[in-house]
């Protein structure tokens, strides 16, 4: 059996103006950082023997705070990157509304067939997802471990564990350094169980904003 407490990131400052950032590489807001900090404070469990993060500065820094706490060393994974958004990195929806109006429907309704123009889809971020963590499973047989990420990507994940069409990947709501806990049986080839999903009781009880 392997724990993993998946993390999405601390806030950033294309989160604040609603652009979809993608692989782009931005940084924490100073509340991001605060939410990060919050997060290692009141981490939902006591003890994780390894933490790995997406190769991405927003979620390298958020999982760096959450290291420091435990005393490991983040491990970064390019394959916990980000969806890659194509021509839509750096856009809004209405933006991308104006000018892709007939993709802006499969966006939010029929994810599981939605092409973006010159992007991944996200049957292929869930598959290169899963495969990762099926190979950090059987690294971390009998352990706890950390995997801070972004929101749609964890939005596959949770898809997964779940056994949800990734036509409803939208359904699954994923605030700023969210904690979801997954429990995976057998190297992560069994059925695996959700102990908990979009948790934020840490910046509840820190105070820090949403």
């Known amino acids: ?18 652009r979809y950032q993608g692989q782009t590489d931005v940084a924490l807001t100073d509340l991001g950082r605060a939410q990060a900090q919050a997060l290692a404070t009141y981490f939902p ?3 994780i023997d390894a933490i790995y993060s997406s190769d991405l500065s927003r979620a390298i820094e958020t999982a760096e705070a959450v290291a420091k706490r435990f005393h490991l060393t983040v491990q970064p ?15 809004s929806i ?18 599981d067939r939605c092409a973006i123009p010159h992007g991944e889809t996200f049957r292929a971020v869930q598959q290169r997802a ?6 950090l ?11 801070v ?16 069409d990734l036509q409803y990947v939208w359904t699954i709501r994923q605030f700023n350094t969210a904690v979801s806990i997954v ?15 979009n948790s934020t009781a840490h910046l509840d009880r820190a105070g820090v904003e949403k």
């Open 1 to 18: 059996m392997t724990k993993i407490i998946y993390i999405r990131h601390g806030q950033t400052e294309w989160n604040v103006q609603g």
């Open 183 to 197: 429990r995976y049986e057998r190297d992560g080839e069994g059925w695996p169980t959700v102990e908990l999903v």
């Open 137 to 147: 499973c059987k690294k971390h047989e009998d352990q706890t471990i950390a995997v």
């Open 149 to 164: 990420a972004h929101g749609a990507i964890l939005r596959t994940l949770l898809c997964a564990a779940l056994h949800i």
């Open 94 to 111: 209405p933006a991308i509304a104006e000018k892709w109006p007939h993709l802006v429907n499969d966006l939010f309704h029929h994810a």
């Open 45 to 47: 469990v006591g003890r």
């Open 130 to 135: 899963t495969a990762c963590i099926a190979e």
């Open 77 to 91: 994974r390019k394959d916990l990157r980000e969806l890659h958004f194509g021509d839509w990195e750096g856009c």
